[in-house]
């Protein structure tokens, strides 16, 4: 039975991922703060991917109990601010959970494995990076640092069978974009070619898609970004 780790498990996409998994016959690992739920075959660890020994905890006690074959780097924050009024805070929260917590997770369940020669890992990442969001450049500087992690990881992992990609969104319809206006949901939306934002079941099923094909180093968007 394949094992997965999934950040950011506790809802939204990374819940759908997670369900998706389990329907398929997945053994699944969830790192998230939060409370997550119960389900057969999955095991909930309350981690914040922002802290390394924490992190680095979880991947000892998972890999203790044998392989990992997928991590889906999920948990992520988002915030929007014209760029001469981002808080300095703000700024330093977004990488410290988009960029340094995808780098702790990948390191830590990466070394896993290199060991068994074999694992692909697939980071979540957005559309706002080759879109150029106006008042996202806190949020899309983080991202467009996990698209460089993305892509030098696969060059350093390739030798050892592992896997390296990302994925792309735009607005997912999940509680966090519930509070963005409908009209700016609606251009974002426009500029990538989709009529409406996905559910997190589709998000996580593109997701997936990509984790079973993607060529390692492959950033991939659902929708249109050229």
Not at 87 to 109: D, I, K, T, W
Request: glycine share 8%; hydrophobic share 50%; aromatic share 4%.
């Amino acid at each position: 039975m394949p094992v997965a780790v999934v950040t950011g498990s506790s809802r939204g996409l990374g819940l759908a991922v997670v369900r998706r998994l389990l329907a398929d016959g997945w053994t699944v690992h969830g790192l998230a703060r939060g409370e997550q739920p119960a389900a057969p075959g999955f095991t909930p660890h309350v981690v914040d991917v922002t802290d390394p020994a924490a992190v680095q905890a979880a991947a000892s006690a998972i890999t203790a109990a044998g392989r990992v074959d997928l991590l889906v780097n999920n948990a992520g924050a988002a915030s929007m601010n014209a760029l001469l009024l981002t808080p300095v805070a703000v700024a330093e929260r977004l990488m410290r959970v988009n960029y340094l917590g995808s780098f702790h997770c990948l390191q830590a369940f990466g070394k896993a494995m290199v060991r068994q020669r074999a694992g692909r890992i697939v980071n979540v990442t957005t559309v706002a990076v080759p879109l150029s969001l106006e008042g996202e450049a806190a949020y899309v500087a983080s991202k467009a640092a996990v698209d460089a992690l993305t892509r030098v990881a696969a060059r350093e992992l390739a030798s050892s069978g592992v896997i390296v990609s990302a994925v792309g969104f735009g607005p997912v319809d999940t509680a966090l974009t519930r509070g963005v206006p409908r009209a700016q949901l609606d251009r974002i939306n426009a500029r990538i070619g989709l009529s409406a934002s996905p559910s997190p079941e589709a998000a996580a099923d593109f997701l997936l898609a990509h984790a079973r094909s993607a060529a390692s180093g492959h950033v991939e968007y659902l929708g249109q970004v050229a």
